[in-house]
């Protein structure tokens, strides 16, 4: 039997933990170790208690140990191995019900924190469910197998010594959560700056991170695409929007690959998307500071309201109104920071607008006119020759 791919489905249709013991002392060890709280309120997932279990138990039987914490495994032997699926759990988190277990087992509150974190970082299954999978996964590899019995193991072994905590409060490592989020913290001030080539290089970074096994074991949710791209998607959105770029933007953008990793069904493609979104946002907030970076607050979003309505009637009045400012000190403030009229910019833009379609469209003049707001197409020719010093018809000649 391929072990390594055996493995691999039980891990990735689950998203649990799944190992096969070979070398029962040290993979046992390791396993308690890495997933063994408390001896005293887990003592049947020390090295002891679990070889002693594996040792006794029998063939064609899933074994599922659930222990004081309410922290289950499963451990079973199938094609002459014994493997271990686990940690998971079955509830969701109650703090109420770890305090009750602290105070019962003479624990100090100091250890609620690291208890939380370690009880929170595994999975919700239900026994019935990972039953189901795994006898899907066996009979994949063995097609005689009908089903396998099931035993539930809630007693706990009282004679095995008890231990020290592998994460009390003194001795828990909170180092790797705090690196994590000064990661996520660095990377998302990168967008908020429009820091393009280093979103670029931080992603790369990232992505190798999240390919690796043991990160995606202890943050079990980036290792769905579609849950990783909806924190992504909502940490770089406040990042762009407290770099001022417009909400309207990035909703807009960030909405196209909403749609893409919907209607996707190729999981290597969301990735790219991930990526793809990250670097449209950065590269936007890049080009909204280069655009508005100078300007106060007010003047970004009139600039912003006007780019966005290019086409439609524009009054200065709707603009006070979103600045929250009169229409004198709105016009006063607007003239003062870009040396033009409200009324000058508006017709600026439109006339840019309508430059780049006479250029490189065949499309007729008065079209574009009515296209970038200018109903009278009189009226433009007079504005777009004022600006450019020679009408549209000899602009597009020209050009």
């Known amino acids: 039997m391929e072990t390594d791919l055996f493995l691999r489905l039980i891990r990735n249709l689950m998203n649990v933990n799944a190992v096969a013991v070979t070398v029962y002392e040290k993979d046992l060890r390791s396993f308690e170790e890495k997933y063994c709280y408390n001896s005293t309120l887990q003592p049947m ?3 002891e208690a679990l070889s002693l279990m594996i040792n006794s138990s029998e063939t064609e039987t899933i074994y599922e140990i659930v222990d004081s914490l309410n922290v289950c495994i499963i451990f079973f032997k199938f094609s002459d191995q014994t493997f271990i699926v686990g940690p998971y759990v079955q509830k969701e988190y109650s703090e109420k019900t770890l305090e009750q277990i602290l105070i019962k087992n003479s624990l100090p509150v100091s250890n609620l924190l690291s208890l939380r974190l370690y009880y929170t970082a595994f999975p919700i299954i239900y026994s019935s469910q990972l ?25 706990f072994i009282q ?36 820091d393009v080539e280093n979103v670029k290089n931080a992603f790369k ?6 390919a690796n096994y043991d990160f995606l074991k202890e943050n079990p949710t980036y290792s769905n695409p579609a849950v990783s791209f909806a924190i992504l998607r909502v940490l770089a959105r406040k990042a762009a929007e407290d770099s001022g770029l417009s909400v309207i933007t990035i909703n807009a953008i960030t909405q196209k690959y909403v749609q893409l990793m919907d209607s996707s069904l190729n999981s290597s493609s969301h990735q790219t998307y991930i990526y793809d979104m990250l670097m449209e946002l950065t590269d936007a907030v890049h080009e909204h500071k280069l655009a508005l970076g100078d300007y106060s607050v007010p003047v970004q979003k009139v600039m912003e309201y006007i780019g966005l309505h290019l086409g439609n009637e524009i009054t200065v009045r709707r603009l006070s109104e979103i600045t929250n400012m009169s229409i004198s000190h ?24 309508a430059a780049s379609f006479l250029k490189d469209t065949d499309y007729a003049i008065q079209d574009i006119s009515s296209f970038v707001g200018y109903q009278d197409n009189n ?12 009408t549209p018809s000899s602009y597009r000649k020209n050009k």
């Open 379 to 390: 009226y433009f020719v007079k504005v777009f020759k004022k600006i450019y010093g020679v």
């Open 131 to 155: 039953q189901g999978t795994l006898t899907a996964v066996m009979q994949s590899f063995e097609p005689s197998v009908i089903a396998f019995r099931y035993r539930k193991l809630t007693g």
């Open 330 to 353: 709105l016009s006063k403030i607007f003239k003062s920071e870009t040396r033009q009229t409200i009324s000058e910019y508006i017709a600026k833009k439109r006339c840019e607008k």
């Open 45 to 47: 997932f020390t090295r």
């Open 205 to 210: 970074i990232m992505s190798a991170s999240m």
């Open 159 to 194: 004679n095995t010594a008890a231990r020290t905590l592998h994460t009390d409060i003194d001795s828990t490592d909170y180092s790797v959560i705090y690196r994590r989020y000064d990661d996520e913290r660095r990377f998302l001030n990168m967008i908020k700056n429009g």
